[in-house]
């Protein structure tokens, strides 16, 4: 038999898994929306795996990281359940066994990660603002009426790049309005975005880090390449953008599976399985606790939320 390890990744914009071999080679991988289901997700991604995958191969063990990991984790019988600090070094550091520093910028949020020597050493992730990540961007395309894959090779003609607020989603919404209206081209406008959510970014999450080589950039943004140039005009250092830079979390959580000694073979038809989520709201005490059911076809399976014991009554 040869192994494989599943790992999945649940954001709120975006869900990817892949599968690995012993060598840690990628063997399926898949990327799809979220759609505000997670769980459908995750089946969607779960069935796109299983068409790519070789059939010779068997999943030994499933791992889940992300906003929705512990729901996931819970639905799939995971064996790990990792945060996506812990994933995205680990998956990094499988690629790019010296990185230094890991920028990562998704749809709805922003991290970044300092290793030595392979290990995390400080981190830090992006407060309740938006205008450093992909949804700001994505958002920015549509008042512009410019689909965002073109929207990264506008702003490398820009030789002008107009300057936007870059503090607040809400200013450079503003600004960006400004701009147009003073007569600043589409391409500078495009341009200053780009560089709107570098300042944004290092400003906000890189505050007081030192960023050192090797850099690696990951996250939906980094497949915009006037954000790789403007990340590099202002560190001064090259940064190294993967092709799978957008699956390290779910790369990272399959090698932690691989690393496991015990093993719980996972089966693909689990997609055929009905899956819900109940919230029900405890009244045993004046905390008022949402506990979060998770049922499997029509039995729970697992739940939380409760601070005290009598929430246990509720369930």
């Known amino acids: 038999m040869k192994k494989a390890y599943l790992g999945i990744d649940i954001g709120s914009i975006s869900t990817k898994g892949v ?8 063997l399926a991988s898949s990327y799809l929306w979220t759609m505000g289901n997670p769980i459908q997700a995750v089946k969607n991604v779960l069935n796109e795996l299983c ?9 030994v063990n499933a ?3 992300g906003s929705a990991r512990k729901l996931i984790g819970v639905a799939l019988g995971a064996r790990v359940v990792k945060n996506e600090i812990t994933a995205h070094a680990v998956g990094t550091l499988s690629v790019v066994p010296d990185v230094k520093t890991i920028l990562e910028i998704g749809g709805q949020d922003s991290k970044i990660i300092l290793i030595n020597n392979g290990v995390v050493m ?3 992730m992006n407060t309740l603002c938006a205008a450093g990540t ?5 958002s920015q395309a549509k008042r512009l009426d410019l689909e965002l894959d073109s929207f990264a090779d506008l702003a490398l003609t820009s030789n002008n790049p107009a300057k ?15 701009k147009a209206q003073i007569g600043y081209s589409k391409a500078d406008i495009v341009a200053g975005l780009c560089r709107a959510v570098v300042l944004n970014y290092l400003n906000n999450v890189g505050k007081g880090k030192q960023i050192k080589a090797p850099v690696v950039f990951q996250g939906g943004v980094s497949k915009n390449a006037a954000v790789v140039k403007e990340f590099e005009k202002e560190l001064q250092l090259p940064v190294h953008v993967d092709d799978s830079g957008h699956l390290m979390g779910a790369l990272g959580v399959a090698v932690l599976c691989k690393a496991e000694k015990e093993e719980t073979p996972f089966d693909f038809n689990i997609t055929e399985v009905n899956f819900e989520t109940k919230g029900i709201e405890c009244t045993q005490c004046p905390n008022n606790c949402e506990i979060i059911c998770v049922l499997k076809n029509n039995e729970m399976i697992d739940a939380w939320g409760n601070k005290c014991e009598r929430g246990t009554q509720v369930q």
């Open 19 to 26: 599968v690995i071999n012993e060598n840690k080679d990628i």
């Open 134 to 138: 992909g949804s700001f961007l994505s």
């Open 122 to 124: 400080d981190y830090a």
């Open 51 to 59: 068409e790519k995958m070789d059939s010779s191969y068997t999943v």
């Open 164 to 178: 936007i607020a870059a503090r607040c989603t809400v200013f450079a919404e503003s600004d960006l309005v400004h």
């Open 63 to 65: 791992g889940t990281t």
